[in-house]
Every structure is written in C-alpha cells, then in structure tokens.
C-alpha cells in the first residue's frame, strides 16, 4: 500500500507570509500531483510533476518533486487570502492504475 | 458549461433507505472515477471505470454498484444506507488514468 503523509495537516498564517507544506512517501511515484480544495467544491489540479528534481511554478506557487520521485514540496511566497483550502498530494503508479491521496494539508490565510 | 457534473448536490435520508448519485462529464474523457470524502477530508477512491469497464473496486460493501451506462456517464446506487455512509461523494473523469482528473462538485450525503 502506498501512503502519503502530508505535513503539516493545519497551518494559519497572516497575509504576506511564506510557507512550506511537504507530502512524503517511502514509495516511488511515476509522477505526482497537487490539488487546492476549496470548501463546498471538488479538487482543483495545481501541477503534475514527473521528473526527480523538477521544479514548477505557478505564480506564487513553487512546486518541487524529489529527486527520489518519493516526496514533493509545495511553497507559498507572499500567502494571500485566497490560497485559503486544502491542499491535497496524489501519487500515481503505472502498476495499480490510481492515485493515491494524502490526507491533505488545511491552510488558512488571514488578512 | 459544467465539465463534470453531479446529482443531487445534498441528499438527506434515513438509514436502512436506498438512494442513487448520477455523474456526467461532458470533456469526452475515457475514464471516470468514483471518490468518497469523509470528516477528516481524506479522499479514498472507491470505483473506477474505463470506456463503461471497471478497472478500480477498491475495498467497498457491496452495498455499492456503480453503473456506467456510457463513457459519460457513471452513477453510484447505494443500498441499506448506513450511518457511516455519511461523507461526500465526488466523481471525477480523466482523459485516460492517472492524468489530470477533473472533479465535479460533490454530493453531501447524511444518513439520519
């Protein structure tokens, strides 16, 4: 069974503040995937990373992949009310043909 | 339009009763996936269907029968509803599995 740990589960923070949240793995994933829910709507994807190492952005968004391809990091630069949700890793193997979930990290952006 | 969408969005009802969720996408996708989301937020896959096969039956009662009668569409009947049937339903479709998956917006289900 392959387990995503993501950490920390809630984190609250002011305005203009940077962050970090992690989604660890002991298992190795063909790519892995960021999702942002927003209370009362389904996930939303954020990026897919593929390549051990690889570094995406999406605007204040900063996605890193591993170079294990075992765990990712997402960094917030400048957080904003609205990056307010709960964001979610997912990891995909080619042998059971799903992704696997993280429980999810909560964070809260106060103005 | 709404790319994938569900029905009902709230369903309120009685232990022991039977009720169905219905799932369409309209993004011509192959594959279409049932999730349930229970009070912690942990999302667990449930079902899979590609082009109306099953591909995914994770660990579920099988009080659950999905039913896909085309590639668009794939609904979730469920029997002798329980109280820990209670959480929130999302279906999702993917262009083929493990892409991108696009997630409707949920069915609260509460068994009283």
């Known amino acids: 069974t392959q387990l995503l740990e993501q950490s920390p589960q809630f984190l609250s923070i002011q305005e203009g503040e940077n962050l970090t949240v992690y989604c660890n793995s002991s298992?190795?994933?063909?790519?892995l995937q960021w999702y942002r829910q927003e209370p009362g709507e389904g996930p939303v994807l954020l990026v897919t990373?593929?390549?051990?190492?690889e570094v995406k952005k999406l605007k204040r968004l900063t996605f890193q992949f591993g170079d294990a391809r075992k765990d990712s990091s997402l960094h917030i630069t400048a957080a904003q009310p609205g990056d307010t949700g709960l964001y979610l890793c997912?990891?995909?193997?080619?042998?059971?043909?799903?992704?696997?979930f993280g429980k999810g990290i909560t964070l809260s952006v106060r103005p | 339009d709404t790319a994938v969408s569900q029905t009902p969005k709230y369903l309120v009802t009685q232990m022991g009763n039977d009720k169905s969720i219905k799932c369409e996408q309209n993004?011509?996708?192959?594959?279409m996936y049932w999730y349930k989301q229970d009070s912690k937020k942990f999302l667990k896959i449930m079902f899979s269907?590609?082009?109306?096969?099953?591909?995914i039956n994770e660990t579920v009662p099988n009080r659950f029968s999905p039913k896909s009668p085309d590639k668009a569409h794939l609904n979730l009947h469920i029997n002798s509803l329980e109280l820990g049937d209670s959480a929130v339903y999302f279906c999702a479709s993917s262009q083929r599995a493990l892409e991108t998956q696009y997630f409707g917006p949920g069915t609260r289900l509460l068994v009283l």
């Open positions: 298992s190795v994933f063909s790519s």
């Open positions: 997912a990891g995909a193997t080619g042998a059971n043909s799903k992704l696997t």
């Open positions: 269907y590609n082009n109306k096969e099953l591909i």
């Open positions: 993004l011509g996708h192959d594959t």
């Open positions: 990373v593929v390549t051990g190492g």
